[in-house]
């Protein structure tokens, strides 16, 4: 229960924080570009969406909420033991209200993370000669994060690239310098990521050098049992 509930805390807060730097980044996109009145449902809807999950969040610690959800509407089910396992699960969850400001520094560091790839995308328009400001690619990659985490593909692989050359296209940025960056940024993670993977095969004991039984065979040896 300590581990799902930890897992549970980081995925709401990488919510959080990424709707945050979205608004954010849409407003970055609006200095840059005019948006017209279609997008000020897309305004509406991303603000009800912080304040609702923000809303959320805060009740998901209420212990008046804990009581109104098991002693209420599931009391009936309180012998069943997914009720029971989840309620064990949400009391667990309930302690870390007892560390705000480890939860609230956990959100700053999310926030600060959630910027890196900015940095990556602009380094590399820059190194390919692109023309484009700081100021210009952030929207867009900010954007391009939030809408990527919609559970639609793995690791968001195409809707992030779809989103960011159409978001690139607001402040003037080709299709084919647009693809460029983002192939050139999937590459540099997979490479990243490389040493991780390997220090995790060796340290689970995956990567080890072969043992005799795996010592390669001399044909001859087989044809001269077999007579």
Same mark, same amino acid.
Request: hydrophobic content about 55%.
């Given at each position: 229960?300590?581990?799902?509930?930890?897992i549970?805390?980081e995925?709401?807060?990488?919510?959080?924080?990424?709707?945050?730097?979205?608004?954010?980044?849409?407003?970055?996109?609006?200095?840059v570009?005019?948006f017209g009145?279609?997008?000020? =449902?897309?305004w509406?809807?991303?603000?009800a969406?912080l304040l609702?999950?923000?809303l959320a969040f805060?009740?998901?610690?209420?212990?008046?909420a804990?009581?109104?959800? &098991?002693?209420?509407?599931?009391?009936?089910?309180?012998?069943n033991?997914?009720?029971?396992?989840?309620?064990?699960f949400?009391?667990?969850? =309930?302690? &870390?209200?007892?560390v705000?400001?480890a939860?609230l520094?956990?959100?700053g560091?999310?926030?600060?993370?959630?910027?890196? @790839?900015?940095?990556?995308? +602009?380094?590399? +328009?820059w190194g =390919?000669?692109?023309?484009?400001?700081?100021?210009?690619i952030?929207?867009?990659?900010?954007l391009t994060?939030?809408l990527?985490?919609?559970p639609?593909?793995?690791?968001?692989?195409g809707?992030?690239?779809?989103v960011?050359?159409?978001?690139?296209?607001?402040?003037?940025?080709?299709? +084919?310098e647009?693809?460029?960056?983002?192939i050139?940024?999937?590459v540099?993670?997979?490479i990243?990521?490389?040493?991780?993977w390997?220090?995790?095969?060796v340290?689970g004991?995956r990567a080890r050098?072969?043992? @005799?039984?795996?010592r390669?065979?001399?044909?001859?040896?087989?044809?001269?049992?077999?007579?």
């Open positions: 229960d300590q581990v799902l509930a930890s549970t805390i995925r709401i807060i990488g919510f959080l924080s990424a709707l945050v730097l979205g608004l954010l980044g849409m407003v970055q996109l609006s200095t570009q005019q009145e279609r997008y000020n =449902m897309i509406a809807a991303a603000s969406t609702l999950a923000t805060a009740a998901s610690f209420s212990a008046t804990h009581r109104f959800l &098991y002693d209420g509407l599931l009391r009936r089910w309180q012998g033991l997914i009720v029971a396992r989840l309620r064990q949400h009391q667990t969850y =309930m302690g &870390y209200q007892d705000k400001g939860l520094a956990f959100f560091l999310t926030l600060v993370e959630q910027l890196f @790839p900015v940095l990556e995308c +602009a380094w590399l +328009a =390919m000669g692109i023309d484009v400001t700081l100021f210009q952030s929207g867009a990659v900010i994060q939030l990527s985490r919609v639609i593909s793995v690791d968001g692989l809707v992030f690239e779809g960011f050359v159409l978001l690139l296209a607001a402040v003037g940025i080709g299709v +084919a647009a693809v460029a960056i983002a050139a940024g999937r540099l993670q997979t990243s990521w490389l040493p991780w390997f220090a995790h095969m340290e004991g050098p072969l043992g @005799p039984a795996f390669p065979v001399d044909p001859g040896s087989l044809l001269r049992e077999k007579r």
